[in-house]
């Protein structure tokens, strides 16, 4: 065989070769964004899940509500739109914008909760959690804003922690609507202790605070924000972070008690 052949053998290999690592690079790329940030442990990582499944959401003004805006108990904030948790005597403050449907959000539940419950309980952190419905816009639905009104309605009956965790817990797919059905945010109270009352279902039922949840919606897509979960602390945006991890955070928080 001459050298020109065996020349043209060899770059024929060598292309071959790129084309399957291209064909691979692709496949990785495509079952991240298929099975979303449920691994996530590092903020940045999960940044990208978020800016893809959680863009404007234009949409989600199809399913406003009307009627009165009625702010769950204990909500402060500008217009009252976010739900406290935490000793107000707290140094640092987490703000998260958040969607009950979203992916990356429960990602981001899954890694910090212990680390952000920890410090809350301490006495180190406050969070405002604001309550968003992207997805409802996006994948169409109303399930990311009925959930969000559930969770109002448990913040009104001090339980907005615990029903908070179960809804991430129980997360449905995200193309499948089923949080949108108030018998299965009902099902799910019954995993709180003392949330299952007649007045909580009545809340949840009539859809007493979706005008309240609408304008928060209203105030996210105000907000110039990228998508779900926006975190920020202290001011500054750590869900950008690609150096982020619960580690950090939680060094971060206790460094700003000991100023």
Same mark, same amino acid.
């Given at each position: 065989?001459?050298?020109? &052949?065996? !020349?043209?053998?060899?770059?024929?290999? !060598?292309? $071959?070769a790129e084309e399957r690592e291209k064909q691979k690079s692709a496949e990785k790329r495509r079952r991240v964004l298929i099975?979303?940030?449920?691994? =996530?442990?590092? /903020?940045?990582?999960?940044?990208?899940?978020?800016? *893809?499944?959680? &863009?404007?959401?234009?949409?989600? #003004?199809?399913?406003?509500?009307?009627?009165? *805006?009625?702010?769950?108990?204990?909500? %402060?904030?500008?217009?009252? $739109?976010?739900?406290?948790?935490?000793? !107000?005597?707290?140094?640092?403050t987490l703000v998260v914008w958040e969607d009950f449907r979203c992916p990356a959000c429960k990602a981001f539940e899954a890694?910090?909760?212990?680390?952000?419950?920890?410090?809350?309980?301490?006495?180190? /952190?406050?969070?405002?959690?604001?309550?968003?419905?992207?997805?409802? @816009? &996006?994948?169409?639905?109303?399930?990311?804003? %009925?959930?969000?009104?559930?969770? +109002?309605?448990?913040?009104? +009956?001090?339980?907005?922690?615990?029903?908070?965790? =179960?809804?991430?817990?129980?997360?449905?797919?995200?193309?499948?609507?089923?949080?949108?059905?108030?018998? #299965?945010? /009902? !099902? /799910?109270? #019954?995993? =709180?202790?003392?949330?299952?009352?007649?007045?909580?279902?009545?809340?949840?039922?009539?859809?007493?605070? %979706?005008?309240?949840?609408?304008?928060?919606?209203?105030?996210?897509? %105000?907000?110039?924000?990228?998508?779900?979960?926006?975190? $920020?602390?202290?001011? +500054?945006?750590?869900?950008q972070d690609q150096t982020m991890t619960p580690a950090k955070l939680k060094q971060q928080v206790e460094a700003a008690n000991? @100023?």
């Open positions: 065989m001459s050298e020109k &052949n065996r !020349e043209g053998k060899r770059t024929a290999r !060598e292309r $071959l099975v979303g940030a449920s691994v =996530v442990c590092v /903020l940045g990582l999960a940044a990208v899940i978020g800016v *893809v499944v959680a &863009n404007s959401g234009k949409g989600d #003004k199809d399913s406003e509500a009307s009627g009165p *805006v009625v702010a769950p108990s204990g909500a %402060n904030g500008q217009d009252s $739109l976010a739900i406290p948790v935490g000793k !107000e005597s707290a140094k640092s890694a910090y909760r212990p680390t952000i419950h920890e410090l809350t309980e301490s006495g180190k /952190l406050k969070v405002e959690y604001h309550l968003a419905t992207i997805i409802d @816009g &996006n994948m169409r639905g109303t399930g990311s804003r %009925n959930a969000a009104n559930a969770a +109002a309605c448990a913040q009104d +009956a001090g339980k907005f922690t615990g029903y908070h965790d =179960v809804l991430y817990e129980n997360q449905p797919d995200e193309t499948d609507d089923a949080y949108a059905e108030t018998s #299965k945010l /009902l !099902e /799910l109270a #019954k995993k =709180v202790d003392g949330l299952d009352t007649a007045t909580f279902r009545t809340c949840v039922e009539k859809g007493t605070h %979706n005008t309240w949840v609408d304008k928060s919606a209203a105030a996210f897509r %105000n907000g110039g924000f990228s998508g779900t979960p926006t975190v $920020l602390l202290d001011g +500054a945006n750590i869900y000991k @100023g």
